[in-house]
């Protein structure tokens, strides 16, 4: 049976260890999806095995011998990955709740809470939130929450385990609707105050969407709801409608709660020697500079010897970040960009690298095609990769001609792609954005084998982003902050007045190098630019601010708050000019290279040394400009 009504919230990997409450039961982990809905009214908690959730035949394949998505084949029960309900639209957020359905039967008890009869699924449940006491809640020595039920007529619900965090997420989503105290005797138990009553209907008009619907997404999803949805969540707070003024959030403390949902992003200006002590400085004028044609391929033809070496490194690099690459060359350059062909390397050479990168490939590749349904039911990790890579692939660049309809070749590649990668870093495997960065790259190689290596090596470059605490990107938002401090001190002030100083806005742009901020056709310049390593370190931190840059007028003259700040970034997506932006972020490189008086912490970020002019090309001399490590090294005296 389905799960309908309107979905308040979702939380995968939410288990029920069912050793943990009966010893003489069923003894396993229960991996299930806990979710909150709106049923006609009725707010009902529902918890049911991930299982229920998918299809669970044959997943596509490719031969060995395929080289393009054009000879691409199909297994006989080829997986179907577009719902019923798909969304073309590239900007569709990856919302899961329109395609799911559950086909097990049910009866209900006259407690009102559904129970399954068959197997594990005895564990499943739903009940309505007019029935719930209270919730106790506490920390499993393998550190996860864990959260249990209590209903009325004594009735305890099985414990939950949230395994991939969530429980902060879920109490929030039920404070909209009930009031909760805590219990006097028990720290740990939240009492469901008598004084309760639902308020559903003030936030469906307060809101055009349900505030808490978007902290989930940005949770599962921060680069697809971008902060957007967070201009509404001001409201839940400063209008919750409570009776307890103890109970208000000040609006000042919204901006705290954006960590609350990014585990391990908590920043702090302490932990950033300097980065309050960056004083304003005088920088040069801005200078003109010019974009070039991008390098054609007679041009890049011309830079290879007989032996198709590159002859001269720096040269290439310089002209691809001064102007891009043609399409046609994309193809054979990615890959000398991205490191999977060494830039000295002869044709021949390539060639026999390819055969040794394919060959490894599909033995990756069989790892996750040869094992069987029952070794998938003992492997949950591999089974919650499967389910997840599914869904983001079904959402991925679908208005994109080799990524549309049903059958794209283009989809399967991915999803293929994507499960192989898993078998390649087995302790990362997969997290919601990789399918965005994975696509472009597909779609110039046309190649499943070249394809994979090219992602290993730009996954290589954001790999921090991606693991358990972020610290990559909290890293890059720090230095972000430092350099816009540098740059415009006035600007980085008012951020900080509105509560927006940590610039969690820009996390979409750095999680995924900017994919859902420009035009496709646009990151595939971007990219190439970026990937050339010109004209500093860190470019990519000089393109957030040359956006910043060119949006600090209108935020500083209408007065911007923090959600309209959010708002507004949100919805500049689709709306940049790459060119534009390049143009901005050297300008801005030129500047800081040129500067006499550049701070350490600011030489270490763009990997520049100080005291060095350069011309307005801002090349001039470059690998004199880079500093190769400056691990251990004061940068040069400012």
């Known amino acids: 049976m389905a ?21 003489d039961e069923y003894n396993s982990l229960n991996p299930g999806v806990l979710r ?46 577009r719902g019923p309900n798909h969304q073309n639209s590239y900007e569709a957020e990856w919302d899961m709740v329109n395609t799911v359905s559950f086909k097990k039967k ?55 385990h949230f395994h991939h965090g ?14 909760f105290t805590e219990s006097p005797e028990d720290q740990t138990i939240l009492l469901v105050s008598n004084q309760n009553k639902y308020l559903y209907q003030p936030f469906e008009n307060l809101l055009e969407e349900k505030a808490y619907n978007i902290v989930q997404k940005f949770k599962h999803d921060p680069y697809a709801a971008t902060f957007g949805g967070f201009s509404k969540l001001a409201h839940l707070f400063l209008d919750t409608l409570r009776p307890d003024a103890s109970q208000f959030r000040p609006a000042a403390e919204i901006a705290d709660f954006l960590p609350e949902a990014i585990s391990g992003l908590e920043i702090s200006q302490h932990e950033e020697p300097g980065y309050e002590v960056i004083k304003r400085i005088e920088l040069s004028m801005r200078h003109d500079i010019q974009r070039q044609e991008p390098v054609s391929f007679e041009e890049w033809t011309q830079a290879l010897d007989e032996a198709g070496r590159i002859l001269n490194e720096d040269t290439i690099k310089q002209a ?43 033995r990756m590749k069989l790892q996750w095609k040869s094992v069987s349904e029952e070794q998938e039911k003992r492997n949950s990790k591999l089974k919650d990769y499967k389910s997840l890579i599914e869904k983001d692939v079904n959402r991925t660049d679908r208005n994109n001609l080799f990524y549309e309809g049903q059958d794209s070749p283009g989809l399967l590649l991915l999803y293929d792609i994507l ?73 980085c002030s008012y951020l900080e007045s509105q509560d927006s100083g940590y610039l969690y806005f820009c996390f979409r742009w750095l999680l995924i190098r900017f994919k859902r901020e420009f035009s496709f056709q646009d990151i595939l310049r971007l990219w190439e630019v970026m990937w050339t390593g010109l004209p500093c370190r860190n470019f990519h931190l000089l393109v957030c601010c040359a956006i910043l840059d060119s949006e600090k007028q209108t935020i500083m003259e209408n007065h911007f708050g923090f959600n309209e700040i959010l708002k507004h970034i949100n919805e500049l ?66």
């Open 36 to 81: 909150i809905l709106d049923k006609d009214g009725e707010i009902v908690v529902d918890w049911r095995l991930q299982d229920d959730n998918l299809d669970s035949t044959s997943i596509p394949f490719a031969g060995k011998d395929s080289s393009s998505v054009v000879e691409w084949s199909q297994s006989p029960r080829e997986r179907i990955f």
């Open 320 to 362: 691809i970040f001064r102007g891009g690459l043609g399409h046609t060359v994309r193809k054979e350059a990615w890959k000398f960009l991205l490191g999977y062909f060494p830039w000295c390397s002869t044709r021949e050479e390539r060639k026999i690298l390819q055969k040794k990168k394919t060959d490894e490939y599909f």
């Open 3 to 23: 799960a309908s009504g309107k979905f308040l919230y979702e939380q995968d990997g939410v288990y029920i260890h069912s050793s943990s409450e009966r010893t």
């Open 419 to 491: 499960m192989t990668y898993c078998m390649y870093d087995f302790d990362l495997g997969y997290v919601q954005g990789m399918s965005d960065l994975l696509s472009p790259v597909l779609y110039v190689m046309e190649n499943e084998v070249d394809a994979f290596w090219c992602f290993v090596a730009f996954m290589d470059q954001l790999h921090q982003n991606f693991e358990e605490h972020m610290q990559g990107m909290k890293t890059q938002l720090i230095q972000l902050s430092v350099l816009l401090r540098l740059l415009d001190d006035e600007f």
């Open 166 to 179: 969530g429980n902060n997420m879920l109490i929030e989503c039920l404070k909209k609707y009930i009031f």
């Open 573 to 638: 997506s689709m709306k940049l000019s790459v060119e534009e932006t390049l143009v901005k972020a050297e300008v801005i490189y030129t500047q800081m290279a040129n500067c006499k008086e550049l701070p350490r912490e600011v030489c270490e970020i763009v990997g520049i040394k100080c005291n060095t002019e350069v011309d307005s090309s801002g090349l001039k001399n470059n690998q004199c400009l880079k500093m190769k490590e400056l691990k251990n090294s004061d940068a040069g005296s400012c």
């Open 106 to 160: 049910q009866h209900t008890t006259s407690e009102g809470v559904i129970h399954f009869v068959n197997g594990q699924n005895k564990w499943l449940f739903s009940f309505s939130l007019a029935d719930l006491v209270s919730i106790r809640m506490n920390e499993e020595g393998m550190g996860w929450p864990v959260l249990t039920f209590c209903l009325k007529n004594g009735i305890t619900l099985p414990a939950l």
